[in-house]
């Protein structure tokens, strides 16, 4: 028996009204776009890529010799769109011996890059341009710097999620659980990091016992 694929609906974004076209847009961009019925709320419009998330970039062309970098400095390039002045901020948060770079003007010799969240396959593509960097996944949520650079994690969360626990065995994931149940308030994720150290902690004084 042969099975029909279901027909999906298909909107064409030069043929839409501008309001409803820009509105598809900030859903593409990431930006939750609230609907309503009559002025009453049902629901938040979501976005899901048909291709990679994010850009696959060429090799930057430098516009500063290599050479010319300070001696001794941790360079960390940016790959997100982030103002001149957001860049110097963060190198000044970080200290005399850091120098921020977007990643168009960052060298291959970098030693740091920050991204937001990407595909893996995006990931793998940075990790060829930048071979020395560690790779940071960070999302960015500034009021006063206007910068909004978020994952799902932190939409789930939004949404009503209680906490967040990274991937962990079973026996890791018990403690940093019950933890979350039976402590104060701090968030999850600090608990269970926190709980996780405890417990390698424990396991290394019954090593040496």
């Known amino acids: 028996m ?7 609906h298909r909107l064409e974004l030069e043929d839409l009204p501008a309001d409803v076209a820009a509105a598809l ?15 009453d709320p049902i629901g938040t419009l979501g976005f899901r890529s048909s291709t990679l998330e994010g850009t696959v970039l ?46 168009q003007e960052a060298p ?31 999302e960015i949520e ?7 650079y978020t994952g799902p994690v932190s939409r789930m969360l939004e949404a009503g999620a209680s906490g967040y626990l990274p991937p962990r065995p079973i026996t890791e994931l018990a403690t940093a659980v019950h933890s979350y149940l039976t402590t104060s308030n701090r968030p999850a994720l600090e608990r269970a990091e926190a709980d996780l150290d405890q417990l390698e902690s424990d396991q290394g004084r019954r090593r040496l016992d």
């Open 2 to 8: 042969s099975h029909r694929r279901r027909s999906r």
């Open 25 to 39: 847009e900030a859903a593409v961009a990431g930006k939750d776009v609230a609907l309503t019925r009559a002025g």
């Open 58 to 103: 060429a090799e930057p062309a430098l516009p500063r010799e290599q050479n010319a970098l300070p001696e001794g400095v941790t360079v960390v390039a940016t790959a997100m769109e982030l103002t001149d002045s957001v860049r110097r901020r963060l190198s000044d948060e970080l200290g005399e011996s850091y120098l921020v770079l977007d990643l």
């Open 108 to 138: 291959p010799s970098s030693d740091v890059l920050l991204t937001p969240p990407i595909s893996p396959q995006l990931v793998g593509a940075l990790r060829r341009q930048f071979p020395r960097a560690r790779l940071l996944i960070t």
């Open 142 to 148: 500034d009021e006063e710097l206007g910068v909004h």
